[in-house]
């Protein structure tokens, strides 16, 4: 009695409106209609269909719940995937600015990288270190540089750069801005310290929760699985993923460093370098024109212009270097034509030369001659050129092979273009079938290269005139790349 005393005094005390007071007296009724209705049931023996009807409509609300909450799930797991796709299409550009021989760095790298990460099933952040520095060394091997000879201070700014690009990703993840570093770090203690004891705990309390609802421990398991498969995939996705990043800026960076663009003993600030980084507006495509003798390389030039300026003739008729300016749909082309390939050395080195410094390149073969073996000899020398270590950061100019005079090839009184030369086994004319077969040969001469037909007769329909236009405006982004990537280079020397 005296204990209820005292606890009806406390409640006065902490209530001086009286409302809790008058509750707890409220529910001394209920408490004994609740305990009297039990002995009730069990005297007149409704107590089994009591406890039926309870269990019954406690499964169906249950239900209810595990319906609303399976949406719920689905919603969240549909939201993750976009969250993940997000984050999926932060990936590591490469660089425009990056030559042929570095993309393919580039490509091995990613490769190498996602192997590493694969073997390594830890997803310890710790770990990437060893990762990175194996980055770098893969990338200087490539470049035949030495491995990692910087002082103290130029390390720190080459992680200062790795850092900066990594940040950019960063910021493409879902709620970024609200991962402080205190949480991170305080949930990685926490995981490490105690992370399989809170995760036993937590997987007993689920389980003794399920004992006070026998009819739903199934449905539980499931929900359980499930949204322990959802977490559990999407935090490792997103490790590897943040792991990723962080090392394809790596090999980023160390292309760039390796390749010249990036200096580690440049004091310069960002803006400052980006302002003088900045190229002077391209004016005009440089296109040089290169094959045989009487390829037709001038006669090309004529019909771009629609005028004829270019000497044409059965004989050698450029016999040095000649440029023409002209427009086509409003953009400039200086247009290079050269004295054709004669089988002398000097000859061909002036070619390379002229070739390693154009934009783009047009090569005017013969479908007449069988006989490749200049064209062939030059080729290799260009790809060659492109393979040497000094030059692994020079832009190959995009080459468009032409297969000039494709009308003169047998039965030459046969001339009704345009043919249809997209499937063979659909062309029934004589000269389709003898220009495909031409194509084909020339093909694998220059395996993987564009290859077009080409007829400019001075007295018959023309033929691929527009075909190459297209070719040109569709590789024009990469020659503008290219003229950069040059220009660049001349400012280095």
Not at 284 to 306: D, F, M, P, W, Y
Request: glycine share 4%.
């Amino acid at each position: 009695m005296q204990k209820i005393k005292l606890f009806f005094k406390l409640l006065v005390q902490l209530s001086p409106t009286g409302i809790p007071v008058l509750l707890c007296v409220s529910l001394l009724p209920l408490i004994g209609m609740f305990i009297a209705g039990i002995f009730y049931l069990i005297d007149e023996g409704y107590w089994l269909s009591f406890i039926v009807i309870t269990l019954a409509l406690n499964t169906v609300a249950y239900l209810v719940f595990l319906k609303a909450r399976s949406v719920e799930n689905k919603e969240t797991e549909e939201n993750t995937k976009a969250h993940l796709e997000d984050l999926n299409a932060s990936n590591v550009q490469p660089s425009k600015d990056w030559s042929d021989q570095e993309l393919i760095i580039w490509n091995n790298g990613k490769a190498n990288i996602q192997q590493r990460l694969k073997q390594d099933q830890t997803f310890d952040f710790a770990t990437l270190y060893e990762h990175g520095l194996n980055v770098f060394h893969t990338v200087a091997e490539e470049f035949n540089k030495p491995v990692l000879k910087f002082s103290i201070t130029e390390s720190l700014k080459l992680s200062e750069e790795v850092t900066r690009r990594y940040r950019l990703q960063i910021e493409k993840i879902p709620f970024h801005h609200e991962i402080t570093l205190d949480r991170v770090y305080g949930a990685y203690n926490l995981y490490q310290n105690h992370g399989s004891t809170i995760a036993k705990a937590y997987q007993a309390f689920t389980y003794a929760r399920m004992l006070f609802s026998p009819a739903t421990i199934p449905m539980n398991l499931a929900m359980k699985a499930q949204k322990d498969r959802i977490f559990s995939s999407v935090a490792d996705e997103i490790t590897k993923k943040l792991q990723s990043l962080l090392l394809e800026e790596c090999l980023s960076v160390a292309i760039d460093l390796y390749g010249g663009r990036f200096s580690v003993s440049d004091d310069a600030d960002i803006d400052t370098k980006d302002e003088a980084a900045k190229a002077e507006p391209i004016e005009h495509v440089r296109v040089v024109l290169v094959g045989q003798t009487g390829a037709g390389k001038s006669q090309l030039i004529n019909t771009l212009k629609e005028e004829t300026i270019a000497e044409v003739s059965a004989l050698p008729s450029t016999s040095e270097k000649k440029m023409y300016s002209t427009f086509i749909n409003e953009q400039k082309f200086h247009l290079i034509d050269l004295q054709g390939l004669d089988g002398n050395e000097k000859t061909q080195k002036a070619m390379l030369t002229e070739m390693v410094n154009a934009d783009l390149v047009v090569w005017m073969l013969k479908a007449n001659q069988s006989s490749k073996q200049l064209d062939t000899n030059l080729f290799n020398e260009f790809n060659a050129y492109y393979e040497q270590n000094n030059n692994i950061s020079r832009q190959k100019p995009p080459v468009i092979f032409m297969l000039n005079h494709v009308d003169q090839l047998s039965p030459t009184s046969e001339w009704s273009p345009p043919y249809d030369l997209s499937d063979a086994a659909l062309n029934e004319t004589a000269k389709g079938k003898i220009i495909n077969a031409a194509l084909e040969y020339n093909a694998s001469l220059f395996p993987d290269q564009t290859l077009l037909p080409l007829a400019i007769p001075t007295e018959r329909t023309k033929f691929g005139v527009d075909v190459l236009l297209k070719t040109l405006f569709e590789q024009l982004d990469k020659a503008k790349n290219t003229q950069l990537n040059r220009l660049r280079h001349k400012t280095k020397k």
